[in-house]
């Protein structure tokens, strides 16, 4: 598969996987999605790599989902094709959460969104200390989807969770550090260096203990997210069409 805006480059037992779109603040569309999955994919079969780590662009993990690409996928005619692609959000994230190689998610200036919900798709993440995390789906009249939601529920406990995705705070980096939400803090333009000295500690443990460890790990934390968040993308279509949701988002795209 061609990739433009995804590239891999493996350095003895790890890779770094760097996302870009050189466009809107690294937003996600229909193709990063589909290159970002096919990398994770890539992996499954792997030997020879342990530790993957999952970079954005310098001067943005990710703006979130691009609203303008948002709209050429409603316009799709065929409500099966529509759906398909709705939940390539959700394929992408599972895809990266299903990956045997601990996954390390660095994140620098800002991740928003579908920036926070492959993050929190990564076994751990690193942020940089001037950066912050935002999640304003609720703010557009959109729910926070691709199996996000679980996945922050079981870091943060479910009134944090209920606080992040309501009320729409932008999270600083300590604050971030302090509720769980990020394992490491680095200093800016730095987070990929830090994500590397993590994985050669991991590099020294026994490959195949690490990968039980991680599959019982996620087999118990992750055990009821599949039955809660099986439906998030249709949700999400559902609240879309929301005159209150459409109303905020108009107002959104005028700032």
Known sequence: MQLDYVTIEKRGG???????????????????????????????????????VLAGAANAFSAGF?????????????????????????????????????????????????GVAIALACDWRVLGRGAYLYVPEAKIGLN?????LPRLITLVGPARAKRITILCEKMPAA???????????????????????????VLSRPQPTVRMIKEAVNATANALHAAAAFADADQSQLTAS???????????RKK
């Open 144 to 148: 926070l989807q691709w199996g996000a």
């Open 175 to 201: 604050q971030a550090l302090d509720w769980g939400l990020v394992d490491e803090l680095a200093d800016d333009g730095r987070t990929v260096e830090k994500a590397l000295e993590m994985a050669e500690v």
């Open 14 to 52: 790890v890779a770094v996987v760097r996302f870009d779109r050189k466009a809107n603040l690294n937003a996600f569309n229909e193709k990063l999605i589909v290159e970002l999955t096919h990398a994770a994919r890539g992996f499954f079969d792997d030997l020879e790599t342990h530790v993957v």
């Open 66 to 114: 691009d609203l303008k690409a948002a709209d050429s996928w409603h316009s799709e005619s065929d409500d099966l094709k529509r759906r398909q692609r709705a939940y390539g959000g959700v394929r992408l994230c599972k895809a990266w959460e299903a990956m045997p190689q601990i996954t390390i998610a660095a994140m620098e200036r800002l991740a928003v969104g579908a």
């Open 242 to 252: 929301y005159r209150s949701g459409k109303a905020a988002r108009d107002s959104f």
